[in-house]
Protein backbone atom coordinates (compact mmCIF):
# COMPACT_ATOMS: atom_id res chain seq x y z
CA UNK A 1 0.00 0.00 0.00
CA UNK A 2 1.25 3.19 -0.94
CA UNK A 3 2.17 5.13 2.11
CA UNK A 4 -0.53 8.22 1.38
CA UNK A 5 -2.44 10.64 4.38
CA UNK A 6 -5.77 8.58 3.82
CA UNK A 7 -3.74 5.28 4.96
CA UNK A 8 -3.77 4.92 9.02
CA UNK A 9 -1.29 3.02 10.74
CA UNK A 10 -2.35 0.11 10.99
CA UNK A 11 -3.52 -0.85 7.52
CA UNK A 12 -0.03 -0.06 6.21
CA UNK A 13 1.92 -3.30 5.63
CA UNK A 14 5.51 -3.95 7.03
CA UNK A 15 8.00 -1.68 6.95
CA UNK A 16 11.00 -4.07 5.82
CA UNK A 17 10.45 -4.27 1.79
CA UNK A 18 6.88 -3.43 0.82
CA UNK A 19 6.05 -2.57 -3.00
CA UNK A 20 5.93 1.19 -2.04
CA UNK A 21 9.44 1.01 -0.88
CA UNK A 22 10.35 1.09 -4.81
CA UNK A 23 7.69 3.29 -5.97
CA UNK A 24 9.26 6.39 -6.24
CA UNK A 25 6.97 9.95 -5.95
CA UNK A 26 7.18 10.66 -9.38
CA UNK A 27 3.50 9.44 -10.92
CA UNK A 28 3.72 7.73 -14.43
CA UNK A 29 1.71 9.95 -16.87
CA UNK A 30 0.45 6.84 -18.63
CA UNK A 31 -3.22 7.06 -19.94
CA UNK A 32 -5.58 5.88 -17.54
CA UNK A 33 -6.35 2.06 -18.66
CA UNK A 34 -3.09 1.20 -19.76
CA UNK A 35 -1.36 -2.20 -18.95
CA UNK A 36 1.83 -0.27 -18.03
CA UNK A 37 0.54 0.67 -14.31
CA UNK A 38 -0.39 -3.14 -13.21
CA UNK A 39 3.47 -4.10 -14.64
CA UNK A 40 4.81 -1.12 -12.57
CA UNK A 41 2.66 -2.67 -9.80
CA UNK A 42 4.22 -6.42 -10.44
CA UNK A 43 7.48 -4.90 -10.87
CA UNK A 44 7.39 -3.71 -7.55
CA UNK A 45 5.96 -6.59 -6.00
CA UNK A 46 8.20 -8.89 -7.31
CA UNK A 47 11.29 -6.56 -5.96
CA UNK A 48 9.42 -6.81 -2.38
CA UNK A 49 8.88 -10.45 -2.45
CA UNK A 50 12.72 -11.01 -3.26
CA UNK A 51 13.51 -8.66 -0.34
CA UNK A 52 15.72 -6.50 -2.65
CA UNK A 53 16.49 -3.07 -1.76
CA UNK A 54 16.09 -0.05 -3.86
CA UNK A 55 19.98 0.79 -3.63
CA UNK A 56 20.81 -2.15 -4.79
CA UNK A 57 18.74 -2.86 -7.53
CA UNK A 58 18.72 -0.92 -11.14
CA UNK A 59 16.24 -0.50 -13.72
CA UNK A 60 17.67 0.18 -17.02
CA UNK A 61 15.26 1.08 -20.08
CA UNK A 62 14.79 2.24 -23.71
CA UNK A 63 12.83 4.63 -24.98
CA UNK A 64 8.87 4.19 -25.04
CA UNK A 65 5.58 4.50 -23.20
CA UNK A 66 6.73 1.76 -21.18
CA UNK A 67 10.07 2.73 -20.59
CA UNK A 68 9.47 5.44 -18.54
CA UNK A 69 9.50 3.47 -15.95
CA UNK A 70 13.23 3.56 -14.17
CA UNK A 71 11.58 6.86 -13.10
CA UNK A 72 8.61 5.68 -11.07
CA UNK A 73 10.78 3.49 -8.38
CA UNK A 74 13.40 4.36 -6.09
CA UNK A 75 15.93 1.94 -7.48
CA UNK A 76 19.17 2.98 -9.64
CA UNK A 77 17.34 3.95 -13.17
CA UNK A 78 18.81 4.65 -16.46
CA UNK A 79 16.43 6.17 -18.97
CA UNK A 80 18.79 5.17 -22.47
CA UNK A 81 18.61 5.72 -26.28
CA UNK A 82 16.40 3.72 -28.26
CA UNK A 83 16.66 0.19 -28.29
CA UNK A 84 20.22 0.22 -26.26
CA UNK A 85 18.88 -0.99 -22.87
CA UNK A 86 20.15 -4.33 -23.01
CA UNK A 87 23.21 -3.17 -24.27
CA UNK A 88 23.84 -0.20 -21.34
CA UNK A 89 22.03 -2.90 -18.60
CA UNK A 90 25.20 -5.25 -19.81
CA UNK A 91 27.81 -2.81 -18.78
CA UNK A 92 25.92 -2.34 -15.62
CA UNK A 93 26.01 -5.84 -14.56
CA UNK A 94 29.47 -6.69 -15.76
CA UNK A 95 30.53 -3.38 -13.95
CA UNK A 96 28.80 -4.30 -10.95
CA UNK A 97 28.23 -7.71 -10.78
CA UNK A 98 26.47 -7.85 -6.98
CA UNK A 99 23.50 -5.74 -8.13
CA UNK A 100 20.00 -7.17 -9.60
CA UNK A 101 19.52 -5.93 -13.36
CA UNK A 102 16.28 -5.68 -14.67
CA UNK A 103 15.57 -4.28 -18.64
CA UNK A 104 11.81 -2.84 -19.05
CA UNK A 105 10.82 -1.83 -22.05
CA UNK A 106 8.35 -1.97 -25.13
CA UNK A 107 7.88 -4.36 -28.23
CA UNK A 108 9.41 -1.21 -30.76
CA UNK A 109 12.31 -0.51 -28.43
CA UNK A 110 12.75 -4.51 -27.86
CA UNK A 111 12.21 -5.81 -30.97
CA UNK A 112 12.37 -3.60 -33.63
CA UNK A 113 15.40 -0.55 -32.80
CA UNK A 114 16.86 -3.06 -30.20
CA UNK A 115 15.96 -6.04 -32.05
CA UNK A 116 19.60 -7.30 -32.59
CA UNK A 117 20.81 -6.40 -28.89
CA UNK A 118 17.85 -8.60 -28.19
CA UNK A 119 19.89 -11.38 -29.62
CA UNK A 120 22.97 -10.90 -28.07
CA UNK A 121 21.73 -10.59 -25.14
CA UNK A 122 20.01 -14.09 -25.03
CA UNK A 123 23.12 -15.75 -26.87
CA UNK A 124 25.45 -13.91 -24.02
CA UNK A 125 23.50 -15.31 -20.85
CA UNK A 126 24.45 -12.41 -18.32
CA UNK A 127 22.46 -12.45 -15.06
CA UNK A 128 19.80 -10.00 -15.66
CA UNK A 129 16.01 -9.97 -16.55
CA UNK A 130 14.48 -8.33 -19.40
CA UNK A 131 11.00 -7.54 -19.05
CA UNK A 132 9.10 -6.54 -22.29
CA UNK A 133 5.57 -4.80 -22.50
CA UNK A 134 4.21 -6.09 -25.37
CA UNK A 135 1.45 -4.23 -26.53
CA UNK A 136 1.48 -4.83 -30.78
CA UNK A 137 2.21 -1.01 -31.14
CA UNK A 138 4.30 1.87 -31.20
CA UNK A 139 2.01 4.00 -28.39
CA UNK A 140 4.07 6.73 -28.03
CA UNK A 141 4.45 7.79 -31.23
CA UNK A 142 0.76 7.22 -32.33
CA UNK A 143 0.13 4.08 -33.30
CA UNK A 144 2.53 2.90 -35.42
CA UNK A 145 2.76 -0.84 -36.03
CA UNK A 146 5.66 -2.30 -34.60
CA UNK A 147 7.35 -5.56 -34.68
CA UNK A 148 4.58 -7.80 -33.05
CA UNK A 149 1.83 -5.97 -34.92
CA UNK A 150 -0.78 -8.55 -36.65
CA UNK A 151 0.09 -8.27 -40.89
CA UNK A 152 -3.63 -7.69 -41.39
CA UNK A 153 -4.04 -4.84 -38.36
CA UNK A 154 -5.91 -2.28 -40.33
CA UNK A 155 -5.51 1.41 -39.06
CA UNK A 156 -4.69 4.97 -40.73
CA UNK A 157 -1.13 5.10 -40.63
CA UNK A 158 -0.59 1.20 -42.24
CA UNK A 159 -4.04 1.29 -44.48
CA UNK A 160 -5.15 -2.93 -44.72
CA UNK A 161 -2.43 -4.02 -42.16
CA UNK A 162 1.61 -4.15 -43.10
CA UNK A 163 1.25 -7.61 -44.33
CA UNK A 164 4.51 -8.31 -42.60
CA UNK A 165 4.64 -11.35 -40.47
CA UNK A 166 4.99 -10.48 -36.60
CA UNK A 167 8.04 -11.44 -34.88
CA UNK A 168 7.79 -14.24 -32.31
CA UNK A 169 9.68 -12.93 -29.03
CA UNK A 170 9.81 -16.09 -27.06
CA UNK A 171 10.87 -18.13 -30.08
CA UNK A 172 13.86 -16.07 -30.91
CA UNK A 173 14.74 -15.70 -27.40
CA UNK A 174 14.43 -19.68 -26.92
CA UNK A 175 16.62 -19.82 -30.61
CA UNK A 176 19.12 -17.50 -29.24
CA UNK A 177 20.07 -18.73 -25.63
CA UNK A 178 17.71 -17.05 -23.30
CA UNK A 179 18.07 -19.32 -20.01
CA UNK A 180 14.14 -18.50 -18.78
CA UNK A 181 11.35 -17.66 -21.05
CA UNK A 182 7.84 -16.67 -19.70
CA UNK A 183 4.86 -14.98 -20.45
CA UNK A 184 2.49 -12.71 -18.15
CA UNK A 185 -0.42 -11.09 -18.45
CA UNK A 186 -0.93 -7.19 -16.67
CA UNK A 187 -4.38 -7.78 -16.02
CA UNK A 188 -3.19 -10.48 -13.36
CA UNK A 189 -0.23 -7.99 -11.05
CA UNK A 190 -0.06 -10.81 -8.64
CA UNK A 191 0.77 -13.28 -11.35
CA UNK A 192 3.26 -11.33 -13.15
CA UNK A 193 4.92 -10.70 -9.88
CA UNK A 194 5.49 -13.89 -9.26
CA UNK A 195 7.01 -14.39 -12.51
CA UNK A 196 9.05 -11.67 -12.63
CA UNK A 197 10.43 -12.55 -8.77
CA UNK A 198 11.21 -16.05 -10.58
CA UNK A 199 13.00 -15.08 -13.43
CA UNK A 200 15.08 -12.45 -11.40
CA UNK A 201 16.21 -15.61 -9.41
CA UNK A 202 16.61 -17.35 -12.28
CA UNK A 203 20.52 -17.30 -13.29
CA UNK A 204 21.27 -16.01 -16.35
CA UNK A 205 19.11 -13.69 -19.17
CA UNK A 206 15.45 -14.40 -18.29
CA UNK A 207 13.34 -12.86 -20.36
CA UNK A 208 9.55 -12.22 -19.64
CA UNK A 209 7.16 -11.33 -22.17
CA UNK A 210 4.14 -9.14 -20.29
CA UNK A 211 1.20 -8.71 -22.69
CA UNK A 212 0.21 -4.95 -21.37
CA UNK A 213 -2.72 -3.80 -23.72
CA UNK A 214 -2.80 -0.16 -25.30
CA UNK A 215 -6.11 1.01 -24.58
CA UNK A 216 -5.51 4.30 -26.52
CA UNK A 217 -3.91 2.53 -29.93
CA UNK A 218 -5.27 -1.09 -29.65
CA UNK A 219 -8.92 -0.49 -27.56
CA UNK A 220 -9.35 -4.00 -29.47
CA UNK A 221 -6.77 -5.76 -26.98
CA UNK A 222 -9.26 -4.96 -23.91
CA UNK A 223 -10.70 -8.73 -24.49
CA UNK A 224 -7.14 -9.90 -24.02
CA UNK A 225 -8.06 -10.34 -20.00
CA UNK A 226 -10.47 -12.87 -21.50
CA UNK A 227 -8.35 -14.71 -23.67
CA UNK A 228 -5.02 -15.03 -21.33
CA UNK A 229 -5.30 -18.43 -19.73
CA UNK A 230 -2.54 -20.47 -17.44
CA UNK A 231 0.03 -22.74 -19.66
CA UNK A 232 -0.93 -26.13 -19.05
CA UNK A 233 2.58 -27.40 -19.51
CA UNK A 234 5.20 -28.02 -16.85
CA UNK A 235 8.19 -25.95 -16.97
CA UNK A 236 10.50 -27.92 -19.68
CA UNK A 237 14.43 -27.14 -19.59
CA UNK A 238 14.45 -28.48 -23.44
CA UNK A 239 14.46 -25.16 -25.73
CA UNK A 240 13.83 -27.14 -28.48
CA UNK A 241 10.75 -28.39 -26.85
CA UNK A 242 9.42 -24.89 -25.63
CA UNK A 243 9.83 -23.11 -28.22
CA UNK A 244 7.39 -25.92 -30.38
CA UNK A 245 4.73 -25.30 -27.78
CA UNK A 246 4.93 -21.41 -27.95
CA UNK A 247 4.86 -21.54 -31.88
CA UNK A 248 1.80 -24.10 -31.73
CA UNK A 249 0.23 -22.15 -28.50
CA UNK A 250 -2.41 -19.47 -29.20
CA UNK A 251 -0.31 -16.60 -27.74
CA UNK A 252 -2.08 -16.60 -24.56
CA UNK A 253 -0.67 -18.92 -22.59
CA UNK A 254 0.23 -17.52 -19.52
CA UNK A 255 3.13 -18.77 -17.23
CA UNK A 256 6.83 -19.75 -16.77
CA UNK A 257 7.72 -21.95 -20.33
CA UNK A 258 11.20 -22.34 -20.13
CA UNK A 259 13.68 -22.72 -17.67
CA UNK A 260 16.96 -23.82 -18.85
CA UNK A 261 20.52 -24.98 -16.99
CA UNK A 262 22.61 -22.77 -19.11
CA UNK A 263 25.84 -21.36 -17.31
CA UNK A 264 25.24 -17.82 -17.06
CA UNK A 265 27.98 -15.43 -18.49
CA UNK A 266 30.71 -15.48 -16.23
CA UNK A 267 30.83 -11.87 -13.21
CA UNK A 268 34.69 -10.67 -12.63
CA UNK A 269 34.04 -9.90 -9.09
CA UNK A 270 36.73 -7.34 -8.32
CA UNK A 271 38.05 -6.68 -5.22
CA UNK A 272 38.35 -3.56 -5.51
CA UNK A 273 35.51 -1.13 -7.39
CA UNK A 274 37.03 1.14 -10.38
CA UNK A 275 36.96 4.43 -9.46
CA UNK A 276 36.03 6.87 -12.55
CA UNK A 277 39.39 7.82 -12.13
CA UNK A 278 40.75 4.59 -13.27
CA UNK A 279 38.04 5.31 -16.02
CA UNK A 280 38.89 8.52 -17.24
CA UNK A 281 42.50 7.55 -17.61
CA UNK A 282 42.07 5.37 -20.15
CA UNK A 283 41.30 7.92 -22.60
CA UNK A 284 43.40 10.27 -21.40
CA UNK A 285 45.28 11.51 -24.23
CA UNK B 1 1.38 -17.19 -33.18
CA UNK B 2 0.18 -13.93 -34.04
CA UNK B 3 -2.43 -15.45 -37.11
CA UNK B 4 -3.61 -18.03 -34.24
CA UNK B 5 -3.89 -15.35 -31.59
CA UNK B 6 -5.71 -12.94 -34.42
CA UNK B 7 -8.00 -15.72 -35.35
CA UNK B 8 -8.68 -16.68 -31.25
CA UNK B 9 -9.21 -12.67 -30.41
CA UNK B 10 -11.93 -13.18 -33.39
CA UNK B 11 -13.74 -16.21 -32.51
CA UNK B 12 -13.56 -14.43 -28.65
CA UNK B 13 -14.52 -11.41 -30.08
CA UNK B 14 -17.72 -12.27 -31.74
CA UNK B 15 -19.08 -14.17 -29.05
CA UNK B 16 -19.31 -10.51 -26.75
CA UNK B 17 -21.57 -7.97 -27.23
CA UNK B 18 -21.50 -4.66 -26.53
CA UNK B 19 -23.93 -4.34 -24.03
CA UNK B 20 -22.55 -5.10 -20.40
CA UNK B 21 -24.76 -5.17 -17.94
CA UNK B 22 -22.86 -4.69 -14.77
CA UNK B 23 -25.79 -3.60 -13.37
CA UNK B 24 -26.92 -7.00 -13.71
CA UNK B 25 -24.34 -8.38 -11.92
CA UNK B 26 -24.90 -10.38 -8.39
CA UNK B 27 -23.83 -9.64 -5.19
CA UNK B 28 -20.85 -10.65 -3.02
CA UNK B 29 -19.39 -9.38 0.27
CA UNK B 30 -16.85 -8.72 2.90
CA UNK B 31 -15.60 -8.41 6.37
CA UNK B 32 -17.92 -9.40 9.39
CA UNK B 33 -19.13 -7.13 11.93
CA UNK B 34 -21.67 -5.24 10.66
CA UNK B 35 -20.64 -2.23 10.90
CA UNK B 36 -21.69 1.29 9.74
CA UNK B 37 -18.86 2.13 7.17
CA UNK B 38 -19.13 5.83 8.64
CA UNK B 39 -16.80 7.83 6.21
CA UNK B 40 -19.60 6.54 3.27
CA UNK B 41 -21.21 9.69 3.20
CA UNK B 42 -21.80 10.20 -0.77
CA UNK B 43 -19.69 13.96 -0.56
CA UNK B 44 -21.67 16.83 -1.45
CA UNK B 45 -22.38 15.91 -5.29
CA UNK B 46 -24.58 17.77 -7.04
CA UNK B 47 -27.89 16.27 -6.17
CA UNK B 48 -28.91 17.58 -9.39
CA UNK B 49 -31.29 17.70 -12.24
CA UNK B 50 -30.92 14.18 -13.22
CA UNK B 51 -32.17 13.62 -16.35
CA UNK B 52 -34.43 10.67 -16.57
CA UNK B 53 -33.69 9.18 -19.49
CA UNK B 54 -29.88 9.36 -19.44
CA UNK B 55 -29.62 7.08 -16.47
CA UNK B 56 -28.46 4.19 -18.48
CA UNK B 57 -26.04 5.40 -21.66
CA UNK B 58 -28.01 3.31 -22.76
CA UNK B 59 -27.23 1.10 -26.04
CA UNK B 60 -24.89 2.28 -27.83
CA UNK B 61 -25.42 3.04 -31.95
CA UNK B 62 -23.81 0.90 -34.41
CA UNK B 63 -20.80 3.31 -33.82
CA UNK B 64 -20.17 4.94 -37.18
CA UNK B 65 -16.53 5.11 -36.83
CA UNK B 66 -13.98 3.67 -34.70
CA UNK B 67 -14.93 4.30 -30.79
CA UNK B 68 -11.88 4.93 -28.74
CA UNK B 69 -14.02 4.24 -25.62
CA UNK B 70 -17.64 3.68 -25.17
CA UNK B 71 -19.55 2.78 -22.18
CA UNK B 72 -21.56 0.01 -20.54
CA UNK B 73 -24.91 0.00 -19.79
CA UNK B 74 -24.29 1.24 -16.43
CA UNK B 75 -21.93 4.30 -17.91
CA UNK B 76 -19.28 2.51 -17.21
CA UNK B 77 -15.95 3.41 -19.28
CA UNK B 78 -15.53 0.85 -22.02
CA UNK B 79 -13.75 0.90 -25.50
CA UNK B 80 -12.74 -0.63 -28.45
CA UNK B 81 -14.86 -2.37 -31.27
CA UNK B 82 -18.03 -3.38 -30.30
CA UNK B 83 -17.37 -6.68 -30.87
CA UNK B 84 -14.78 -6.70 -28.66
CA UNK B 85 -16.35 -6.29 -25.11
CA UNK B 86 -18.09 -9.23 -23.39
CA UNK B 87 -21.09 -9.78 -21.70
CA UNK B 88 -20.43 -9.57 -18.54
CA UNK B 89 -17.52 -8.79 -16.19
CA UNK B 90 -16.22 -12.46 -14.94
CA UNK B 91 -17.95 -13.82 -11.66
CA UNK B 92 -16.55 -13.11 -8.38
CA UNK B 93 -17.83 -16.28 -6.70
CA UNK B 94 -15.70 -18.29 -5.11
CA UNK B 95 -13.74 -20.77 -6.79
CA UNK B 96 -11.58 -22.94 -4.35
CA UNK B 97 -12.81 -24.24 -0.84
CA UNK B 98 -14.03 -21.97 1.24
CA UNK B 99 -11.50 -21.25 4.05
CA UNK B 100 -11.51 -23.69 7.29
CA UNK B 101 -10.56 -20.88 9.80
CA UNK B 102 -11.49 -17.44 10.98
CA UNK B 103 -8.14 -16.59 10.47
CA UNK B 104 -7.72 -17.81 6.79
CA UNK B 105 -10.94 -16.02 5.76
CA UNK B 106 -11.00 -12.61 7.07
CA UNK B 107 -6.89 -12.68 5.66
CA UNK B 108 -8.41 -13.33 2.43
CA UNK B 109 -11.14 -10.66 3.46
CA UNK B 110 -7.99 -8.20 4.48
CA UNK B 111 -5.89 -8.82 1.40
CA UNK B 112 -9.21 -7.94 -0.91
CA UNK B 113 -9.56 -4.52 1.09
CA UNK B 114 -5.57 -3.59 0.64
CA UNK B 115 -5.81 -4.71 -2.97
CA UNK B 116 -8.52 -2.49 -3.64
CA UNK B 117 -6.76 0.64 -1.96
CA UNK B 118 -3.63 0.32 -3.73
CA UNK B 119 -5.61 0.10 -7.07
CA UNK B 120 -8.00 2.93 -5.77
CA UNK B 121 -4.97 5.17 -5.15
CA UNK B 122 -2.88 4.01 -8.77
CA UNK B 123 -6.56 5.09 -10.65
CA UNK B 124 -6.68 8.74 -8.55
CA UNK B 125 -3.06 9.03 -9.28
CA UNK B 126 -3.70 8.67 -12.59
CA UNK B 127 -6.88 10.45 -13.11
CA UNK B 128 -4.55 13.40 -11.41
CA UNK B 129 -1.72 13.55 -13.76
CA UNK B 130 -4.67 14.21 -16.58
CA UNK B 131 -6.19 16.28 -14.77
CA UNK B 132 -9.62 14.78 -14.07
CA UNK B 133 -9.61 15.97 -10.50
CA UNK B 134 -13.32 15.34 -9.78
CA UNK B 135 -12.72 11.64 -10.45
CA UNK B 136 -9.09 11.34 -8.68
CA UNK B 137 -10.92 12.74 -5.50
CA UNK B 138 -13.46 10.33 -5.44
CA UNK B 139 -10.82 7.31 -6.32
CA UNK B 140 -9.06 8.70 -3.27
CA UNK B 141 -11.73 9.06 -1.09
CA UNK B 142 -12.80 5.32 -2.20
CA UNK B 143 -9.26 4.32 -1.44
CA UNK B 144 -9.90 6.39 2.50
CA UNK B 145 -12.97 3.89 2.71
CA UNK B 146 -11.87 0.92 2.06
CA UNK B 147 -8.25 1.18 4.70
CA UNK B 148 -10.76 2.07 7.06
CA UNK B 149 -12.63 -1.91 5.96
CA UNK B 150 -9.29 -3.18 5.98
CA UNK B 151 -8.38 -1.14 9.53
CA UNK B 152 -11.61 -3.12 11.27
CA UNK B 153 -10.44 -6.12 9.74
CA UNK B 154 -6.97 -5.79 11.89
CA UNK B 155 -8.48 -4.57 15.15
CA UNK B 156 -11.20 -7.57 15.10
CA UNK B 157 -8.74 -10.11 14.42
CA UNK B 158 -6.38 -8.09 17.01
CA UNK B 159 -3.73 -8.30 14.32
CA UNK B 160 -0.65 -5.14 15.22
CA UNK B 161 0.79 -6.13 11.46
CA UNK B 162 -0.50 -7.11 8.16
CA UNK B 163 -0.09 -10.92 7.97
CA UNK B 164 1.34 -12.29 5.17
CA UNK B 165 -1.28 -13.01 2.02
CA UNK B 166 -2.77 -16.59 2.36
CA UNK B 167 -0.93 -18.82 0.48
CA UNK B 168 -2.22 -21.00 -1.86
CA UNK B 169 -4.34 -19.79 -4.97
CA UNK B 170 -7.42 -17.40 -3.90
CA UNK B 171 -10.57 -18.45 -3.47
CA UNK B 172 -12.04 -16.34 -5.91
CA UNK B 173 -12.43 -16.47 -9.33
CA UNK B 174 -10.32 -14.17 -11.50
CA UNK B 175 -6.88 -12.63 -10.99
CA UNK B 176 -7.55 -9.81 -9.12
CA UNK B 177 -9.88 -9.30 -6.08
CA UNK B 178 -13.39 -8.33 -6.41
CA UNK B 179 -13.11 -5.40 -5.24
CA UNK B 180 -10.06 -4.64 -7.27
CA UNK B 181 -11.56 -2.30 -10.39
CA UNK B 182 -9.45 -3.18 -13.10
CA UNK B 183 -6.87 -0.69 -15.03
CA UNK B 184 -8.73 -1.10 -18.05
CA UNK B 185 -12.12 -0.02 -17.10
CA UNK B 186 -11.55 3.59 -16.69
CA UNK B 187 -10.97 6.58 -19.21
CA UNK B 188 -9.28 9.40 -18.96
CA UNK B 189 -12.63 11.95 -19.35
CA UNK B 190 -14.37 9.59 -17.03
CA UNK B 191 -16.95 10.95 -14.97
CA UNK B 192 -17.58 10.40 -11.43
CA UNK B 193 -20.89 8.51 -12.09
CA UNK B 194 -18.40 5.81 -14.33
CA UNK B 195 -15.93 5.52 -11.15
CA UNK B 196 -19.36 5.28 -8.48
CA UNK B 197 -20.31 2.43 -10.95
CA UNK B 198 -16.74 0.89 -10.78
CA UNK B 199 -17.34 0.93 -6.96
CA UNK B 200 -20.57 -0.89 -7.13
CA UNK B 201 -19.81 -3.18 -9.45
CA UNK B 202 -16.81 -3.76 -7.08
CA UNK B 203 -18.93 -4.06 -4.08
CA UNK B 204 -21.51 -6.10 -5.72
CA UNK B 205 -18.55 -8.76 -6.42
CA UNK B 206 -17.49 -8.58 -3.18
CA UNK B 207 -20.92 -9.31 -2.17
CA UNK B 208 -21.48 -12.17 -4.33
CA UNK B 209 -17.95 -13.93 -3.05
CA UNK B 210 -18.66 -14.09 0.37
CA UNK B 211 -22.74 -15.32 0.03
CA UNK B 212 -20.57 -18.06 -2.35
CA UNK B 213 -18.20 -18.61 0.62
CA UNK B 214 -20.71 -18.57 2.95
CA UNK B 215 -22.47 -21.33 0.84
CA UNK B 216 -19.30 -22.87 0.36
CA UNK B 217 -17.57 -23.39 4.30
CA UNK B 218 -18.05 -26.14 6.26
CA UNK B 219 -17.40 -24.69 9.56
CA UNK B 220 -20.11 -23.05 11.27
CA UNK B 221 -18.08 -19.99 12.97
CA UNK B 222 -16.77 -19.68 9.31
CA UNK B 223 -20.01 -19.92 7.64
CA UNK B 224 -21.35 -17.03 10.52
CA UNK B 225 -18.55 -14.75 9.32
CA UNK B 226 -19.02 -14.94 5.79
CA UNK B 227 -22.57 -14.46 6.08
CA UNK B 228 -21.67 -11.04 8.26
CA UNK B 229 -19.57 -10.02 5.99
CA UNK B 230 -22.11 -10.22 3.29
CA UNK B 231 -24.00 -8.60 5.25
CA UNK B 232 -22.27 -5.83 5.55
CA UNK B 233 -21.36 -6.03 1.71
CA UNK B 234 -25.03 -5.16 0.93
CA UNK B 235 -25.17 -2.33 3.10
CA UNK B 236 -21.69 -1.22 1.22
CA UNK B 237 -23.86 -1.75 -2.23
CA UNK B 238 -26.66 0.21 -0.95
CA UNK B 239 -24.45 2.93 -0.10
CA UNK B 240 -22.89 3.07 -3.52
CA UNK B 241 -26.08 2.81 -5.05
CA UNK B 242 -27.18 5.90 -2.47
CA UNK B 243 -24.08 8.23 -3.74
CA UNK B 244 -24.66 7.33 -7.28
CA UNK B 245 -28.57 8.51 -7.35
CA UNK B 246 -27.14 11.58 -6.29
CA UNK B 247 -24.35 12.15 -8.88
CA UNK B 248 -25.66 13.50 -12.61
CA UNK B 249 -25.35 10.43 -14.76
CA UNK B 250 -22.89 11.19 -17.84
CA UNK B 251 -23.93 13.39 -20.92
CA UNK B 252 -23.60 10.98 -23.77
CA UNK B 253 -20.82 13.22 -25.29
CA UNK B 254 -18.84 12.66 -22.36
CA UNK B 255 -15.73 11.37 -24.38
CA UNK B 256 -15.56 13.54 -27.24
CA UNK B 257 -11.93 15.32 -26.63
CA UNK B 258 -12.04 18.35 -29.16
CA UNK B 259 -7.82 17.23 -28.83
CA UNK B 260 -8.28 13.38 -28.88
CA UNK B 261 -4.54 11.43 -28.99
CA UNK B 262 -5.69 9.47 -31.65
CA UNK B 263 -5.47 11.94 -34.39
CA UNK B 264 -4.84 9.76 -37.10
CA UNK B 265 -8.05 8.08 -36.96
Known amino acids: MTPTATATAVTERPAASTPATFKSATKPIWCPGCGDYSVLSSITKAFAMLALKPEETVVVSGIGCSSRIPAYTTCYGFHGVHGRALAAATGVKLARPELTVLVAGGDGDGYSIGGNHFLHACRRNVDMTYVVMDNHVYGMTKGQPSPTTEPDWDSKLAPGGTGVRAFHPLVIALASGANFVARAFSGDPNGTADIIAQAVRHPGFSFVEILSPCVTFRPDQRSWKDLVHPASVTVTDDPARAARRVMTDDGFNIGVLYAGGRTPYPLARRAHPVAVADLEAEFAP | ?265
Not at chain 2, 19 to 24: H, N, P
Not at chain 2, 41 to 70: C, E, F, M
Not at chain 2, 193 to 204: N, P, Q, R, T, V
Open chain 2, 1 to 265: MTAARRKVARKSAAKKSVARKSAAKKPAARKPAARKPAARKPAARKPAARKPAAKKPAAKKPAARKPVARRSAAGKPLAGKPSARKPAARPARARAAAPASIPALMGYALWLELDAVERYRELADAMEMHNNRDVADLFRRMAAIESKHADRIMKQMDWSKVPPPPAGPAPWAGAEGPETVAHEEVHYLMQPYHALALALKGEEQALRFFEALERAASVPAVKRAAAEMADEEREHVALVKNWMARVPPPDDGWRDDPDPPRYTD
